[in-house]
């Protein structure tokens, strides 16, 4: 079964400055997506990012980039330039790849809270 | 269109009542997953539905949980004899096909069971 580790529960920042959340994974297989998900206070969660695993380049969404090291299953996520909004809980996620039978659940780290400071 | 939907937003129940958590998904979207999100377990899948096929319920926690999906839009979880452990927010998702891999949230029902 896959897992995936978030071993920060609590990060901070400072407003305008850099962070990067780490995460880790466990997997057999070879092809498979990654994802991190933002939950602020509201519940809803929100993509971030995705990564598919067969692609070298690091996914890149404006402020918000990956660092992917498939030899390592490490999956972390820098946000440049910090703003409030970002303050939030910050889920990395796993899921199986899209051939084969059966469902496509999502598996979630514990979560990393990432405060803001002003 | 509209993003997916639950409701209530919160619920509170006592001990051994059943409860009925509904999520309407996104319009289209053939796909939908339920997820428990709790403070000891974190986020957890429940069950998938896809299109008319069985639904895989490899997640549900134990038989007091159950989950219907009619006409292929709108589902409701039912939690029957509500116990302390299953306080929780349950959070659905929809995603537009078998594969897609973008799953879409909606704000999740909040759980107490006193």
């Known amino acids: 079964a896959q897992t995936v580790t978030q071993s920060q529960p609590e990060m901070s920042v400072q407003e305008a400055e850099t962070v990067t959340l780490s995460c880790t994974y466990d997997?057999?297989?070879?092809?498979?997506?990654l994802f991190w998900y933002k939950q602020p206070p509201s519940r809803q969660m929100i993509l971030v990012i995705r990564?598919?695993?067969?692609?070298?380049q690091n996914a890149t969404e404006n402020r918000f980039s990956v660092n992917f090291q498939k030899a390592a299953k490490s999956f972390s996520l820098k946000i440049s330039d910090s703003q409030l909004g970002d303050a939030a809980m910050y889920f990395c996620?796993?899921?199986?790849?899209?051939?084969?039978?059966?469902?496509?659940?999502?598996?979630f780290g514990k979560g990393t809270k990432l405060s803001v400071i002003p | 269109g509209a993003g997916v939907s639950q409701s209530p937003s919160n619920k509170v129940t006592e001990k051994g009542k059943d409860v009925e958590l509904r999520c309407d998904p996104i319009s289209g979207h053939t796909a939908l997953y339920w997820y428990r999100q709790s403070l000891g377990q974190g986020l957890e899948f429940l069950i998938y539905?896809?299109?008319?096929?069985?639904?895989?319920k490899s997640g549900l926690p134990s038989d007091r949980f159950s989950a219907e999906r009619t006409g292929g839009s709108v589902s409701t979880l039912t939690i029957q004899r509500t116990q302390q452990e299953d306080s929780a927010v349950y959070l659905c998702?929809?995603?537009?096909?078998?594969?897609?891999?973008?799953?879409?949230f909606g704000p999740g029902t909040r759980l107490t069971v006193t």
């Open positions: 990564q598919e695993a067969y692609k070298q």
């Open positions: 996620a796993y899921r199986r790849p899209r051939s084969g039978a059966g469902s496509y659940q999502l598996t």
């Open positions: 997997t057999s297989e070879s092809d498979y997506y």
């Open positions: 539905f896809q299109g008319n096929s069985a639904p895989d």
């Open positions: 998702a929809s995603s537009s096909r078998v594969g897609d891999y973008e799953q879409y």
